[in-house]
T-cell receptor, first 114, second 111 residues
């Protein structure tokens, strides 16, 4: 069965410091993995995706994530937080071998302190 | 390019009233379509997904239903709303080995 665990429900960082949002997954097949960002009362915007190409994936707004199969992890990082990064972040796995569905983590709320 | 339209953006409905939320997709054919609900402070719960016209799969038993009358139209409905139906509803599409694309969401408040 597929599942996603976001290890932190809330993360607070100071502006200009690094961001780390953690995600672990379980999957029976070779998964596709995604990170989305959601600002209040808005839809979800794709930050980046891994689909079995390079394991280090670069996304928008300076974010990147590394797929580590041995650790079943897909952590999201950014070298320097900006105030506009404050939002909810979702890690998502999809397993096309078991039907076209997306499985969401419960989200991590990122607060950026000025 | 593909776009997804979801409306209305906000909705306040009394308990016991019907519901109809509509979602349409442009720029793609035969998409997989999804309805999610997001309760306050929680993640996304998959309610329904559809791989084709008239094909609806339900993930959880509930007071809601979904229909797909056309290839790129997905409707979420209820005959009688409950207080517990309040939440943020998101429509999405995805197909093949690609990510999900989301609408802007509908904030439903049942009073």
């Amino acid at each position: 069965a597929q599942s996603v665990t976001q290890l932190d429900s809330h993360v607070s960082v100071s502006e200009g410091t690094p961001v780390l949002l953690r995600c672990n997954y379980s999957s029976s097949y070779s998964p596709s993995l995604f990170w989305y960002v959601q600002h209040p009362n808005k839809g979800l915007q794709l930050l980046l995706k891994y689909t079995s190409a390079a394991t280090l994936v670069k996304g928008i707004n300076g974010f990147e994530a590394e797929f580590k199969k041995s650790e079943t992890s897909f952590h999201l990082t950014k070298p320097s937080a900006h105030m506009s990064d404050a939002a909810e972040y979702f890690c998502v796995v999809s397993d096309w071998g078991t039907g076209n569905q997306f499985y969401f983590g419960t989200g991590t709320s990122l607060t950026v302190i000025p | 390019s593909q776009t997804i339209h979801q409306w209305p953006a906000t909705l306040v409905q009394p308990v016991g009233s019907p519901l109809s939320l509509e979602c349409t997709v442009e720029g793609t054919s035969n998409p997989n379509l999804y309805w999610y609900r997001q309760a306050a402070g929680r993640g996304l719960q998959l309610l329904f997904y559809s791989v084709g016209i008239g094909q609806i799969s339900s993930e959880v038993p509930q007071n809601l239903s979904a229909s797909r009358p056309q290839d790129r139209q997905f409707i979420l409905s209820s005959k009688k709303l409950l207080l517990s139906d309040s939440g943020f509803y998101l429509c999405a599409w995805g197909g093949g080995n690609t990510e999900a694309f989301f609408g802007q969401g509908t904030r439903l408040t049942v009073v």
